[in-house]
T-cell receptor, first 112, second 114 residues
Framework: GENVEQHPSTLSVQEGDSAVIKCTYS??????FPWYKQELGKRPQLIID?????GEKKDQRIAVTLNKTAKHFSLHITETQPEDSAVYFC???????????FGKGTKLSVKP | DTAVSQTPKYLVTQMGNDKSIKCEQN?????MYWYKQDSKKFLKIMFS???????INETVPNRFSPKSPDKAHLNLHINSLELGDSAVYFC?????????????FGNGTRLTVT
C-alpha cells in the first residue's frame, strides 16, 4: 500500500530564512499531493497542492516541487515569518483515485 | 459561517460509555470523512461517505459506526469507549473525492476517555 515518509519531524529557523520539508511516497499511481498546515489547537488547512502533470507550483512565499521519477515532493517556504510556525503535513493519494495518506508531520518553529 | 461544523468540541467520558459526535457541512459537498488524530499528531482516515453511501472504511473497530442521514451530515457513534480512543476526531468534506479536490476540516472534537 501507499507509504508517505516526511522529514524532518521538527524544523527551527530564524525569521526571514527559508524552510524546506521533504516527503517521499511509494505508490507510482499517486497523482495528487497536497500540503496542509495545522496551527496549535486548530484544524488542518490546505495551503498548496500539486498534481502529477506539473513539476512545480508557487503561491507567493510557498512553493511545492514534485519529482515523479524519484517519488518525492517538497514544500519550500521563503522569507519565513513567526505566523508560519505550525505543523505541516504532506499527503499523497493511494492509487489514482484513492484516499489520502498523510505524512507524520513537521513541526516548524520560526524564531523572531 | 463555519463551513464544516462539528459538536461537541470537547468530550470527556468514562470507559465503557457510548458517545456520538455530530458533523454538518454547508458547502454542498458530495463527500464527507472522519479522521482521527492521535497524541503524536498522526492523521488517519477512518471513514469516507459519498452522497450518504460508505465508500471507504479503513481498519476501524466495529465499535465505531458512522451514520449519514443526508449528504450534509455525517455523525460518528462510538460504543464501549476504550482508553485508546482518546484523540482528536476531525470531520471533513470535499467537493469530489480526496484525489481530486481539497479537504475542508471541521474544528475537531477532543475526546478524552478516563
Amino acid at each position: 500500500g501507499e507509504n508517505v515518509e516526511q522529514h524532518p519531524s521538527t524544523l527551527s529557523v530564524q525569521e526571514g530564512d527559508s524552510a524546506v520539508i521533504k516527503c517521499t511516497y511509494s505508490d507510482s499511481a499517486s497523482n495528487y499531493f497536497p500540503w496542509y498546515k495545522q496551527e496549535l489547537g486548530k484544524r488542518p488547512q490546505l495551503i498548496i497542492d500539486i498534481r502529477s502533470n506539473v513539476g512545480e507550483k508557487k503561491d507567493q512565499r510557498i512553493a511545492v516541487t514534485l519529482n515523479k521519477t524519484a517519488k518525492h515532493f517538497s514544500l519550500h517556504i521563503t522569507e519565513t515569518q513567526p505566523e508560519d510556525s505550525a505543523v505541516y503535513f504532506c499527503a499523497a493519494n493511494k492509487g489514482s483515485q484513492g484516499n489520502l495518506i498523510f505524512g507524520k508531520g513537521t513541526k516548524l518553529s520560526v524564531k523572531p | 459561517d463555519t463551513a464544516v461544523s462539528q459538536t461537541p468540541k470537547y468530550l470527556v467520558t468514562q470507559m465503557g460509555n457510548d458517545k456520538s459526535i455530530k458533523c454538518e457541512q454547508n458547502l454542498g459537498h458530495d463527500t464527507m470523512y472522519w479522521y482521527k488524530q492521535d497524541s503524536k499528531k498522526f492523521l488517519k482516515i477512518m471513514f469516507s461517505y459519498n452522497n450518504k453511501e460508505l465508500i471507504i472504511n479503513e481498519t476501524v473497530p466495529n465499535r465505531f459506526s458512522p451514520k449519514s442521514p443526508d449528504k450534509a451530515h455525517l455523525n460518528l457513534h462510538i460504543n464501549s469507549l476504550e482508553l485508546g480512543d482518546s484523540a482528536v476526531y476531525f470531520c471533513a468534506s470535499s467537493q469530489e473525492g480526496q484525489a481530486r479536490s481539497p479537504l475542508h476540516f471541521g474544528n475537531g472534537t477532543r475526546l478524552t476517555v478516563t
